[in-house]
Each structure stands twice: as C-alpha cells, then as structure tokens.
C-alpha cells in the first residue's frame, strides 16, 4: 500500500536515506518540506491546521539511530500544475503563506477544507504575484520555519 501524506524523523541524518532531521512526505517518493527540528515543524502544522500522531519507532541503519513515523489527519495536495498566474485564480478562502515556488520563497496560499490542505503556488513567470525574497531574507527564512 502507498503511503500519501506522513512525516518521518531520524536522530542523525543520512544523505542518500534521510537527508534532514524531519521530512513531511507527499508520498514515498515526493518531499512536501524539510525541517531541522519539530519546532519547525510544529509551527507549519498550526499554520496550516493538521495534527499528526505517532505510528511506528524503529531503530535506523545502527543501534544509536531512531526512526519515527507518523501519521497525518489531512491529505496535502500541492500539485505541480504551472502556479497560478493572479489572485483571481485563486479560491476566495485562501491563506497566505510564504512557501517554495520554483526555489525561490515567495508568498503562496493554502486553504484547508478539515480534511485537504491545497497549496496554491504562483507561477514564476508571474511578476505581479511571483516577488522573491531577497537571498538574505530566503536564509534567514530556511533557518526559523524550514523548507517547504
């Protein structure tokens, strides 16, 4: 069975298993964000209104090395379709949310609807919507909320 939205931890990373501390999961195979703490973590699942619960503990690739599993109460869906090109594409309910789009952080929006998250992220080509933050401020950024 695929796994669809889950969060795994690891103590010590790896680079070619586990390439940060936390990983927020699309799928096996798709990262939605990457976190060096839970904090980080935390404050992007208050954000965007999704709690989480333990699943599975395991020891990783040596004894001094633990794994988490946990599982997620929403479905994200951040679909790669071309962003949106204005705010008018977008839904009326819609948060703000500075997110990656196309390696760069600009501002993104995101509803939930109590079972889906959907991200909304503008297209680059975009530049009435698609305003990077300066390389200073997109650092600074990474280092307090994470990539996602």
């Not at 040596?62 to 594409?89: A, I, Q």
């Not at 680059?124 to 950024?141: D, F, G, M």
Request: with cysteine.
């Amino acid at each position: 069975m695929e796994k669809a939205n889950y969060i795994s931890t690891i103590e010590k990373v790896d680079e070619q298993y586990h390439r940060s501390h936390v990983i927020l999961h699309r799928s096996w195979e798709w990262h939605f964000g990457d976190f060096e703490t839970m904090d980080q973590l935390d404050f992007l699942a208050k954000t965007l209104g999704f709690t989480y619960e333990l699943r599975e503990e395991k020891r990783w690739r040596g004894k001094d090395n633990m794994y988490r599993e946990y599982s997620m109460s929403h479905t994200l869906v951040s679909p790669c379709d071309g962003g949106f090109w204005s705010l008018s594409d977008l839904p009326n309910d819609v948060k703000p949310i500075k997110a990656l789009s196309n390696g760069s952080i600009v501002t993104c929006y995101f509803t939930n609807d109590g079972e889906t998250i959907r991200m909304y992220r503008p297209n680059p080509n975009a530049k009435n919507v698609y305003k990077p933050l300066s390389i200073e401020q997109h650092i600074a950024h990474t280092t307090i909320y994470g990539t996602y």
